[in-house]
Structure formats: structure tokens, C-alpha cells
């Protein structure tokens, strides 16, 4: 199923939705919901999202038919969130689960499928054995593979059952005729058919082996994260292919533009200088580490990431997302992607002075004057570890694109800025860019209008 709405890089998953705004975030249940049989019950999770999020954001309640229970229903309804496929199946404006978001790849554009259970239109004739085949191995009902936009290198990794508790989750929704648009790729790349000899290449159907050297919380970290999670499909490079390698694992990856780091070390490569609770802050609530005392984030979730969580892992029980957190804290150091481009001693006086003015007219006013923020409101820029990232992406995607303006479509309170992309030409988002990224003790690489000109075009 499934983000990182989403859109990716070479047949990734796209993670999309809008974010929360306003009012207080509700704590997540202590511990997820157990699998029916399980010995001892559990506190059910909280909803995806506060009723004041947009519907894309929300699953629709658990609800028992034929001879299953509600725990039953629960439990796959848990799962759905936790591999957030709502993200991918539910369009802007559309009903859960009906599919035709689409999603931007180097080799055209696909439309996701529709998973409600209506038959002939979605996933209603679908066997128990057909969903496990789809989700384990890409082939369709009909033999045909699917396209790897569907993370089903990841869901491998899934118990069956916990596969089969999401299919009896969706075979609980209403029925949806809707019909997604036929995908648009480019030859040779909309022929199936050469999807076999990429799966014969790159699909490694390996099953989740806890490890017994770790806890038992870490192996549940360690399988949300590795399979439903598929955290790798974004934080993982890919190949010309679109594949990934397992010995790249989390390394960091650009997608859509947007740079995804590597969760092995420090925030420009991961999460080495982050504790548990950090991450478990982020996870939660897209700011590591929370807001308080009068202290702005010193990390706040843009993009696709606030999409991934907004859409999924802010609403899995705290139980599991401590599980997640020790899994990626014990991760071991990995290379980032390379990209070296080099940092200059200082700004051009031109540079400087026209960047200067315009970050006085439109930036200071939230960012104050010397890059301080204003808590728990607008977060510093001074220091800012996701502005001085290696890779520009992220910051000049904010630029262009806002965090957003909208603040009903906010997932913080801490992250709403407008859009700059509709009044600024891509010199001035470089100029911009470039001032803020060399002052006030940053000291990263210049950009340059080339690669605002190009993430424009990556929408």
C-alpha cells in the first residue's frame, strides 16, 4: 500500500497528505492493540489525526461484518495506519482508499489503484491469497506484476496475518466505483512485462527474523521500521532501476526534490545526536526536540516527512513508536550520499547586500534579524541543522513551496510560512537562500539558481 505521499525517486512510495494545526495534539494509547488471541489487552490507538485535520488525514473507524470481530478490525485498522496507506489511496477531495493519487517517477506518472472492497473496481474479489501475493511478491490477481510504487519490498517483512488484519480492515470500508485514470509512463516502461526481470533482480522476499541479541522493543522497532514503516523507501539511494540495496540501509536519498537524510549519525546523516525521547518528539509530533520553555525546535518536519507524520506514525501508540526509536538510535554509522559541493569563506558583497534586503522584507518578521526565531512559533534559522544541510533541497523547497500557508493544512503551529515560489525568480530564492545559509554562524554551501530552476520543476 503506501509516502513518503509519497511522490519518489525511481518507483518510490509516495507519503502525501496536509498537516494539523491548532489545536493541542491528543497522546497516542500506551500500547498498540494486540493481534485477536493475543494474552493481554491493550489500549486501542488514538485516531490518526485531531478531528481538525483534513479528512485525507483520518482512517475511517473500525467497523465488525460477518464473522469477524471488532478487535479483529481494530488490529488491521492499526496496521493500515502504521504502513500509512491511506496516503497513497486517498486522493484530495477523494473518498478513503479509492485511489488515483499520482505519483511523479523518472519514468512517467502512475495512478495508485483503488483498495476499497468494491468489486471489479478495487480489491473486493480479492482472494486471501491474492492480497498476500500482491503485498509479498508484486503480482497481481491476474499475474501481471505491480509497479514497485507499491512498497511490496518492504511488506515482505510482514507477518502474513498482520497482511491479512489490513485486508479485513479494508473489506470493512464502503465500496467505491471510481475508476483512477490509466497510468501515463514512457516506453518501454509501460509494459509490465519487464517488471519480472526487475523482480528477479531486486525482489528479495525475506521474512522478518527477530533478532535475539536485542530486546524485545527493539525487534518491534525493528519490524515496523523495516517492514510496514518502509522507511527505506525514502531514506535509502536508489539505483537506475529504482532499486535499493540493503547495504546502503538508511543512508539518506533524495526524493522529489526534497533530501531525505540518512538516520545513521548526525542530523545531516541521521540521528547519532539525537537521544530517544528526540526522536520519539519527532515521530510524534514532526519537531525534535519539542517546543518548551520558551525554546524553538531545533528540527522541524517539512515535506514528505510531515506528510509521514502526520498521515502515519503520529498516531501509533507510545509503545511503538519507544520501539522505533531504540531501533534507529542502535542503527550503525553509513555514508550519506555523496555530494560535495563546495562551501565558500564568504558571500559576495552583492550577494550578501541583496540578500540582506530581502530577508529583511520578507523573512525577519518571523525569523527576526539575526536568524533567532521567535518561540515556540518561528523556528531559528541560526544554527538550524536542516538548513545547513549538505543538499539545499529541503530548504529551498520550503522557499518555494511554504510549510504550509494554509493553517488548517498545517501539521504544526510551529511550521506556517507562505509560499515564495510565485513571487520570487530563481536567482532571488538563491539569493535568499545563499544569505541565510552563510550568516549567523552557518556556514554551508552556496545555491545556485540552476537547482532552484530544477526543484521548481519537480512538483
Known sequence: MSIMDHRVAALATLLAC????????PAPADAAPPAPGAPAAAAQPQDAASPSAPDRASLPPARAYGDLSQERIEYGRYLTLAGDCGACHTREGGRPFEGGVDVD???GTLYTPNITPAKGYGIGDFTDEDFLRALRHGIRPDGKPYYPALPYAWYTKVKDDDLLAIKDYLFSLEPSRYQPPENALRWP???RDLLFGWQDLYLKADRFEPNPDHSDAWNRGAYLVQGLGHCRACHLSRNLAGATTSKDALSGAYIDGWYAPGLASDLAEGLAKWS?????SYLRGGEAPSAAAGDAPDASAVGPVADVVHAGVSGLAKSDLEAMAAYLKDQPPQAPPSFTPTVPEQL????YSKGRELYAAYCAACHQSYGQGIAPYFPALAGNETVTLAAPNDLIKTLLLGAPATPAEAYSPHVVMPSFGTIFTDQQIATIANYIRASWGNAAAPVTAEQVARLRGQR
Request: proline share 4%.
Open 276 to 280: 530517544e525521547a528526540e526522536i520519539i
Open 348 to 351: 559576495t558583497e552583492q550577494t
Open 105 to 107: 517517477t523518472p519514468f
Open 18 to 25: 496536509a498537516s494539523i494545526a491548532g489545536a493541542a495534539e
Open 189 to 191: 516502461f509501460d509494459s
